[in-house]
T-cell receptor
């Protein structure tokens, strides 16, 4: 059984479009995260949710909005996509919000043309 | 924010040799974790070492932590071709701001 799953795996879209990436975890964890990995493999945290409350909001553009319908899901919605948004986006989860091991999804490769 | 920096950026060794990767960080930590990322895949947790620990083992992995030097090392013994991957250190400051990842070391094991 997949612990942390993301859909889609690949996403190719035009500049200016709006897109969503979905994430689900079946581990019963309280906290979920979104990371962006750029072309140089640098991994930077974007958001985290703990029990449906946003507890981190790094300096990402407000075109990015996380949405959590329940504890097992944290979706990432991106408005008005730009070329610089092209990256691999990873979802992750952990039992709590304080320094636990994180479990990563397989990633979504977003390409903005 | 604290930032892990791995060294070297890339490492190529022969199968069977030992591989050592280093990580430095800037501020105090609660724990430090190492993750592996195979090409095109997500990150997989390898080992966690707490700030009051100095060394930890897991199979062929050995991690050390020197909080006075703000550095950690990951040793993989008897390397295998399947160990080819990127390795990242990540620091936890103890707050609710999650992990901060370094830039990674790309390890290539030559058969």
């Amino acid at each position: 059984d997949t612990a942390v799953s993301q859909t889609p795996k690949y996403l190719v879209t035009q500049m200016g479009n709006d897109k969503s990436i979905k994430c689900e975890q079946n581990l019963g964890h309280d906290t979920m995260y979104w990371y962006k990995q750029d072309s140089k493999k640098f991994l930077k945290i974007m958001f985290s949710y703990n029990n449906k409350e946003l507890i981190i909001n790094e300096t990402v553009p407000n075109r990015f909005s996380p949405k959590s319908p329940d504890k097992a899901h944290l979706n990432l919605h991106i408005n008005s996509l730009e070329l610089g948004d092209s990256a691999v986006y990873f979802c992750a989860s952990s039992p709590t919000s304080t320094g636990d091991t994180q479990y990563f999804g397989p990633g979504t490769r977003l390409t903005v043309l | 924010s604290q930032q892990g920096e791995e060294d070297p950026q890339a490492l190529s060794i022969q199968e069977g040799e030992n591989a050592t990767m280093n990580c430095s960080y800037k501020t105090s930590i609660n724990n430090l974790q190492w993750y592996r990322q195979n090409s095109g895949r997500g990150l997989v947790h390898l080992i966690l070492i707490r700030s009051n620990e100095r060394e930890k083992h897991s199979g062929r992995l050995r991690v050390t932590l020197d909080t006075s030097k703000k550095s950690s090392s990951l040793l993989i013994t008897a390397s295998r071709a399947a160990d080819t991957a990127s390795y990242f250190c990540a620091t936890d400051g103890g707050g609710a701001d999650g992990l901060t990842f370094g830039k990674g070391t790309h390890l290539i094991i030559q058969p």
